[in-house]
């Protein structure tokens, strides 16, 4: 059936799911727009805070409702209760529960790759890095935990949506030797999704564990920027081996950097180190180096923070062309000396990790 089809077919199956009060699902006003495509359905039920328990039981008979008419679909339906209540005493109390950390199967290592700001290039240093772990001998894996601004299917040029399996569990897409899976396979062009925040930790969950990731020594998480609820979330749901924080050297940046380093180091996520990206810019006709962005920026923040320092990235048109062209550079151009700075710091990331080589 056609995606539209679909979605009339799961609103009118959610007209057969009762909700607490009376009435059904599909005339509540806490449904949010049903998202059909040819590989998943999700929406979410928002409900008032403290009726979250009380919904239960509605939640897992809208999925089973979907799952009927869903065509093999993976289906996510999530449910949210995203304001305090107004008699709330202190946010802290009605903050949820803490949830367990508990490792994903089939996942050695995790290991987020994350800024303050936007734009510093966290998603290219993602794939290249993890391209650089899996050119060491690593089985590695990517995960695109950036759901407002997925980018990991252009950068590696992945096209279609995931498989899913008959257990509704992902299968990821393979490109250049790593598993990847994103949310952004998953949305048509253009097709953008508000998440709201419980929305989002709970599509986070789903798309790390209810993926068959087949074994992998590292999975590398690429984060959106900042230190939202999708950050809480992941240091709240996995045990993280390391933070690479992603910086331009300029001061701006850095300044982001430092708080996106302070909250992470609140929850206890080891820092791995810092990286200067478009740290120098190389002269793409003369090969000529300039310091144009005041390098060294990041190195000497490290220092500052009694951080390690693993490496910079030069800015070069070669990084951003191979991204675009979802080959990104440590794949189509190993023997680069692009390559070779990423590969530096995996490099440094092993030395002083070896429990993350196989
Ligand atoms: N070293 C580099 N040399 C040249 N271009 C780069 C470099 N690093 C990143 N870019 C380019 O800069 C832009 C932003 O990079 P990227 O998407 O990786 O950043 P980001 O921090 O993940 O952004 P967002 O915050 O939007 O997730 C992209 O067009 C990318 O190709
Ligand atoms: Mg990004």
Redesign the pocket.
């Known amino acids: 059936m056609a995606n539209e089809t679909v979605s009339a077919a799961v609103k009118s199956a959610l007209a057969g799911v009762e909700i607490p009060g009376g009435g059904n699902l599909a005339d509540y006003g806490g449904l949010s727009d049903i998202i059909v495509t040819s590989g998943a359905i999700a929406f979410a039920i928002s409900v008032a805070p403290g009726m979250e328990a009380a919904f239960g039981p509605a939640r897992t008979a809208a999925q089973a409702a979907t799952e009927q008419v869903a065509e093999g679909r993976k289906v996510m339906v999530s449910l949210t209760a995203d304001r305090a209540p107004p008699s709330a005493a202190k946010p802290a109390a009605t903050r949820p529960p803490p949830v367990q950390r508990e490792p994903v199967k089939g996942i050695r290592h995790i290991l987020a790759v994350g ?1 303050g ?10 794939v290249n890095l993890a391209l650089a772990f899996a050119a060491e001998g690593l089985k590695v894996g990517i995960l695109d935990a ?1 759901l407002y ?1 997925p ?1 990991i299917p252009r ?1 590696l040029g992945l096209e279609g949506q995931p498989a899913v399996r008959e257990d509704g569990i992902f299968s990821p897409h393979e490109a250049h030797g790593l598993k990847a899976v994103s949310i952004g396979s998953m949305l048509t062009a253009n097709q953008a999704v508000v998440w709201r925040g419980p929305m989002a930790t709970s599509a986070l969950r789903q798309l790390l564990r209810e993926t068959d990731w087949g074994g992998l020594d590292l999975l590398v998480v ?1 984060l ?2 900042g230190t939202g609820d999708i950050q809480i979330s992941l240091v709240q749901q996995v045990p993280l081996a390391g933070a690479v924080i ?1 910086s331009t050297p300029q001061d701006l940046a850095l300044i982001d950097a430092c708080k996106a380093i302070d909250m992470l180091a609140r929850t206890n996520v080891p820092i791995l180190g810092l990286v200067e ?2 740290s120098y810019f190389i002269a793409p006709d003369t090969g000529a180096r300039y310091d144009i962005f005041g390098h060294g920026g990041a190195k000497a923040a490290a220092a500052a923070q009694n951080l390690p320092f693993l490496g910079e ?5 070669s ?2 062309e191979t ?2 062209a979802g080959k990104p550079v440590v794949a189509s151009n190993p023997g680069g000396p692009e390559a070779a700075a990423f590969r530096a710091i995996a490099a440094s990331i092993l030395a002083e990790h070896p429990d993350f080589r196989p």
């Open positions: 800024s700001k936007g734009g510093v290039g966290k998603s290219t240093v993602s950036d601004g980018s950068l690429d959106p920027p992603v990206n478009m990235i030069p800015l070069v048109m990084i951003r991204s675009d």
